[in-house]
């Protein structure tokens, strides 16, 4: 059914509520799975409404998650699903159906499989194009201890762009792996898919033809409807004969209706009686049967809860910040090109990409590409921006040392959704950017404090001659006043933003960092009030270089250094400061404020900062403890 609403009151799913582990659906008939797969659509539709999170999706996967679970023995045989944005179903199906409207909140459910929650979860994702590797993982494991199973990879066409994809399927190939990978084809990831490999999929489906699998197991080439692929037409990059699957080795079966529960069950059945790696090709809507994901699948592709009464706000989100920069800076230099690995919409830069379209690359799922890709455009004497999530850089590490930074070459980063993200968890964190980035020789860091100093950062790091990144959070800013007029920030400069009880000698001195500037000083105003010291809130600016100079002077009348960064301490910006004043040999106590030596679990984003210490309340609090703790060591 295609449905318009979603649903406030939870719906009724006499099948689905009989259903607390796949054996119990497995004791279906074939006549039932297609009511199941109705009940199931209209539960994700109401649980998703009551959490928000991932949606467009986990509809599109309704019926193919019913047919996985019901020809196969899980959590017996092995069931990974790429990235996770399609996990829902496989939740409600695996005995968390009541559970799910707590996904993404604090002791919830996970936003994506997570081991430790479920034996169904056979393996942790959240990034992207790890699947295959994981399954073939298993499969050769379980091969190496005789005790085989059947292995299954589930995989978007917008993941399998990335490399690590086609180098598992290499390797599946080399080893004869038994294993299955599905390929969710809806042209989409979060935007709509790129490239060659787009084409190459399209090409497939204007064949007309599919290869198909008898009950006995048989391959036999059958007509398949003529689909329009997503409503958009690629034209064919390669002669739709040539079949990358089967080239590299891979038996390929498809395509086939992806919404055809009945045909998969059939499909999966009699592909479970071949041996080697096999792929099938299916397609399918992200977004299918709720009528407006279907007609918008960007939009749709996460939503926040219905029940929630949201204001509407005037302050810009960081990533509106950037996007209007960008544009700005791209009006006045013909040299910026911008780059971006599948996440247009999600770092602001629609705008730009319809401004500038022959300036805009993006390049899909391929994190190590876009750093490499930037790198030999400096190299051609233009002026690279980079747009990347923080823990999406991650991926690109190497290519980061090796070809930008190692050549000291002119790229621009602008780094989204650092520290913490609230709902997603662990796996979209940006808790490591700073200790991964300021070790490596030629790159300089920035972090602003507001929505205005980004901007001018930003500005600052595109003149850099010279890799500069620009390290902003996710969301909105604090609401100040966004200077038009673009002003470079002298690199490796701090400055002194508020100071309290200055009538006394000494001072505490808080070095913080980005996000944390703004609470920083509503903590050091509070414990002003309440205790006899001076102390003094500095806007760090730089983890890369350190204004050292200013961290010196200060130490004349400091008697407490306190850091804070959103950041994980251990290598972050407050170890710099402490290898800083270790070489100088200043010694003076210092406090490092930032995140655990540990993965926080999904929650708020405003939870997890006062469950890490670095709200406002926290951040007084630790250093009310820790001048207490001073001056009774004074004491004795």
Not at 564 to 576: F, N
């Amino acid at each position: 059914m295609l449905y318009t609403e979603i649903p406030t009151l939870r719906p009724v799913t006499p099948l689905l509520d009989d259903i607390d582990h796949p054996e119990q659906l497995r004791l279906l008939e074939r006549s039932q799975l297609e009511q199941l797969a109705d009940e199931l659509r209209q539960f994700i539709l109401y649980a998703a409404g009551q959490s928000g999170g991932h949606f467009a999706a986990n509809l599109g996967v309704i019926e193919l998650t019913v047919a996985l679970h019901y020809c196969f023995e899980t959590p017996k045989d092995r069931l990974i699903w790429d990235v996770g944005h399609q996990a829902y179903p496989h939740k409600a199906l695996t005995g968390r159906r009541e559970q799910l409207t707590t996904i993404r909140a604090k002791n919830g459910l996970a936003a994506f499989p997570a081991r430790e929650e479920s034996v169904f979860d056979t393996f942790g994702v959240g990034h992207s194009s790890t699947a295959i590797s994981a399954g073939l993982g298993m499969s050769l494991a379980r091969r190496y201890k005789k005790d085989p199973c059947d292995v299954v990879a589930v995989i978007g066409d917008g993941a399998m762009t990335a490399g690590m994809a086609f180098e598992a399927m290499n390797d599946a190939v080399a080893h004869q792996a038994d294993m299955i990978v599905v390929l969710n084809d809806n042209d989409m990831s979060i935007s709509e898919s790129t490239g060659g490999f787009a084409k190459h999929l399209a090409a497939l489906w204007e064949t007309g033809q599919s290869i198909g699998i008898s009950e006995t197991g048989e391959a036999f080439s059958q007509p398949h409807p003529k689909w329009t692929y997503n409503s958009r037409s690629h034209q064919a990059a390669t002669d739709a004969a040539d079949n990358l699957f089967k080239a590299i080795g891979f038996e390929y079966f498809g395509p086939f209706d992806g919404h055809d529960v009945n045909q998969l069950v059939q499909v999966f059945s009699a592909l479970k009686k071949r041996t080697g790696p096999r792929l099938v090709h299916i397609y399918t809507v992200k977004g299918k049967g709720f009528a407006p994901a279907e007609a918008d699948q960007i939009k749709y592709h996460a939503i926040s809860k219905i029940t929630a009464t949201t204001s509407k706000t005037l302050i810009p989100k960081y990533s509106d910040v950037f996007g209007q920069w960008l544009c700005d800076e791209a009006a006045q230099d013909t040299r910026l090109l911008a780059i971006t690995p599948a996440m247009c919409e999600g770092s602001g830069m629609v705008e730009f990409a319809q401004k500038f379209p022959e300036r805009f690359f993006d390049v899909a799922i391929a994190e190590q590409h876009a750093v490499t890709l930037a790198a030999g455009m400096a190299c051609e004497g233009l002026k690279p921006v980079v747009a990347i999530y923080s823990t999406f850089l991650q991926r690109g590490y190497d290519q980061l040392i090796h070809d930008v930074a190692l050549q000291n070459l002119d790229v621009t980063f602008a780094i989204d959704r650092a520290g913490l993200v609230g709902e997603d968890g662990p796996t979209h964190a940006g808790a490591y950017d700073y200790a991964y980035i300021r070790t490596i020789p030629n790159m300089i860091i920035m972090a602003p404090k507001d929505e205005n100093e980004c901007r001018q950062m930003l500005h600052s790091a595109y003149l850099y001659p010279g890799p500069a990144v620009v390290r902003y959070p996710r969301g909105i800013g604090v609401g100040v006043e966004i200077q038009q007029q673009l002003t470079e920030i002298e690199i490796g400069k701090a400055e002194i933003v508020s100071a309290f009880n200055e009538q006394y000698d000494e001072y505490i001195s808080v070095l913080a960092f980005g996000s944390r500037v703004t609470v920083a000083e509503n903590a050091a105003k509070s414990f002003a009030q309440k205790h006899d010291i001076a102390i003094r809130v500095i806007n760090m600016r730089y983890v890369k270089p350190l204004d050292e100079s200013l961290i010196s002077m200060l130490a004349e009348n400091t008697a407490l250094f306190v850091t804070v960064e959103e950041h994980a301490v251990m290598g972050g910006a407050g170890s710099a400061v402490n290898e800083y004043l270790a070489k100088a040999q200043i010694v003076k106590p210092v406090l490092n404020l930032g995140l655990a030596d540990e993965f926080m679990l999904q929650a708020s984003h405003e939870q997890m900062l006062q469950q890490a210490g670095l709200d406002e309340v926290g951040i007084e609090e630790s250093i009310q403890n820790a001048w207490q703790k001073l001056l009774n060591s004074i004491v004795l």
